[in-house]
C-alpha cells in the first residue's frame, strides 16, 4: 500500500541550529515527492519537490531535501533554523499518473531561543 | 483569482444538520482535490475531481459525504447529518493537471465544527 511515514511527531531545534525532518515513503511507482509547510491558521505552502534528476533538490526559505531511492527517504534539511520556521511540516508522494497526494501526518517544529 | 478560495473560513453547526463548503479553484487548474485534516493530523483524502471525468471518491469517509463540481469551476462539498467526528478543517486544492509537477496550491480552509 502507498504511505507515507513522518517518524518524529514534535521537534525542538534551537534558533540557528540545523535541522533534520525526516520522511519516508512506499511507493509502487516512481514517485515525486514534495515538503509543505502548515502555519498557524494558514493553508499549505510548498516547500520544494522532487521528481528525477539531481537527488538534492532546494527550495525555498533556505530548505533543501535529498532523495535516497535505496532507502525510502526525501529528508528535509535547513542548515540554521529561524524562530519564523516554527511550524508544521507535512511530506507526501505522487506520481506523474495524477493519483491524489498521500500525505504524511506531519512534524510540528518548535524553535527555541 | 490568484489563489484557491474556501468559504466559510469557519462553520460551527449542530449535530444532525447539513452543511455545504465552498471551493473556488485557481483558473485553468483542471484538477482540484478534497482533504480533510482532524486536530493533530496528517491530511486524509476525500476525493478528486479532473475535468470532466468521474471523480475519484475512493477516499469519502461515509455516504453523508458528497461533492459536487460544475466543469473546470466551483466545487461544493456537502456533509449531511453531521456528526462530531465531522469536526475537521476542510482543505481543498487545485493544480493545472493530474500529476502536476507544480504540486498543489492550497487554500485557507474551512474550519468546521459541530456541536
Known amino acids: 500500500a502507498q504511505s507515507v511515514t513522518q517518524p518524529d511527531i514534535h521537534i525542538t531545534v534551537s534558533e540557528g541550529a540545523s535541522l533534520e525532518l525526516r520522511c519516508n515513503y512506499s511507493?509502487?511507482?516512481?514517485?515525486?515527492l514534495f515538503w509543505y509547510v502548515q502555519s498557524p491558521g494558514q493553508g499549505l505552502q510548498l516547500l520544494l519537490k522532487?521528481?528525477?534528476?539531481?537527488?538534492l533538490v532546494q527550495g525555498i526559505k533556505g530548505f533543501e531535501a535529498e532523495f535516497k531511492r535505496s532507502q525510502s527517504s526525501f529528508n528535509l534539511r535547513k542548515p540554521s533554523v529561524h524562530w519564523s520556521d516554527a511550524a508544521e511540516y507535512f511530506c507526501?508522494?505522487?506520481?506523474?499518473?495524477?493519483?491524489?497526494?498521500?500525505f504524511g501526518k506531519g512534524t510540528t517544529l518548535s524553535v527555541s531561543s | 483569482g490568484a489563489g484557491v478560495s474556501q468559504s466559510p473560513s469557519n462553520k460551527v453547526t449542530e449535530k444532525g444538520k447539513d452543511v455545504e463548503l465552498r471551493c473556488d479553484p485557481i483558473?485553468?487548474?483542471?484538477?482540484l482535490y478534497w482533504y480533510r485534516q482532524r486536530l493533530g493530523q496528517g491530511l486524509e483524502f476525500l476525493i478528486y475531481f479532473q475535468g470532466n471525468s468521474a471523480p475519484d471518491k475512493s477516499g469519502l469517509p461515509s455516504d453523508r459525504f458528497s461533492a459536487e463540481r460544475t466543469g473546470e469551476s466551483v466545487s461544493t462539498l456537502t456533509i449531511q447529518r453531521t456528526q462530531q467526528e465531522d469536526s475537521a478543517v476542510y482543505l481543498c486544492?487545485?493544480?493545472?493537471?493530474?500529476?502536476?509537477?507544480?504540486?498543489?496550491?492550497f487554500g485557507s480552509g474551512t474550519r468546521l465544527t459541530v456541536v
Open positions: 507526501a508522494v505522487g506520481s506523474q499518473a495524477g493519483t491524489a497526494l498521500i
Open positions: 511507493y509502487g511507482a516512481t514517485p515525486y
Open positions: 522532487y521528481f528525477s534528476g539531481d537527488t
Open positions: 486544492a487545485s493544480s493545472f493537471k493530474p500529476g502536476d509537477r507544480g504540486g498543489y496550491t
Open positions: 483558473s485553468g487548474h483542471t484538477a
